[in-house]
């Protein structure tokens, strides 16, 4: 079965500090990856995709993910973090041909203003 | 994108009784999802749920105590039956549209006393 690992539970940061949230999934097949975020009182909505081609996707408010196939790995990324960036983000995998949609642990991040 | 509502946003229900959540879509899909968040956790996938068929429920999830509808292409219900407190969950409905992309609602905060 596909698992989803993200390695931090909870992180804390101050504003302008750059943010780095880790994914790393079991499959070792064709895959779709995704980031998604719920922030505070919201709803959750996609943050970034991969399906192929440029393993570095960019997405919304300035976040961006790397896809490295021989690391089973799709790291978020943000070089400068703001306050309203507070939240909840989920990483996501999909198997390819498959609609089932497995999604990791989910990491907390609190920025300090 | 779509647009997906949830009928209700949240309820409190006293145990032993049934809650049936609402999820509109403002477009056409083939495939709609119900998801499970318990407190504190990320989502878990209920079933799938495809017009005209029948839901197809993922292991640990029963039909007598999920029992899901999907009338057309754009509304599905999942009741909750006979609720203990350990259902107390967010429920969410997502749809899938291009791309192999899924979307979610809002989600139902569920508390069972």
């Known amino acids: 079965a596909q698992s989803v690992s993200q390695h931090n539970h909870h992180v804390i940061l101050s504003e302008a500090a750059s943010l780095e949230l880790g994914c790393n999934y079991s499959y070792g097949g064709t895959v779709n990856l995704f980031w998604y975020v719920q922030y505070p009182g919201q709803h959750l909505q996609l943050l970034l995709k991969y399906f192929s081609g440029d393993p570095l996707v960019k997405g919304i408010k300035g976040f961006e993910a790397e896809f490295i196939k021989s690391k089973f790995s799709f790291n978020l990324r943000k070089p400068s973090v703001q306050w309203s960036d507070t939240a909840e983000y989920f990483c996501a995998v999909k198997i390819s041909n498959d609609y089932k949609l497995s999604f990791g642990a989910g990491t907390t991040v609190t920025v300090r203003a | 994108s779509a647009v997906i509502s949830q009928k209700p946003s949240r309820d409190i229900c006293q145990r032993g009784t049934s809650l049936t959540i609402q999820c509109q879509v403002d477009?056409?899909?083939?495939?709609m999802f119900w998801y499970r968040q318990q407190p504190g956790q990320s989502l878990t996938l209920i079933a799938t749920a495809n017009q005209g068929s029948e839901a197809t429920y993922e292991s640990g999830f029963v039909i007598d105590k999920f029992p899901i509808s999907r009338p057309n292409l754009t509304f599905s219900t999942l009741t909750v039956s006979n609720m203990s407190p350990e259902d107390s969950s967010i429920y969410l409905c997502?749809?899938?549209?291009?791309?192999?992309?899924?979307?979610f609602g809002p989600g139902t905060r569920l508390t069972v006393l």
């Open positions: 997502s749809v899938e549209m291009e791309a192999d992309t899924q979307y």
């Open positions: 477009s056409q899909v083939t495939m």
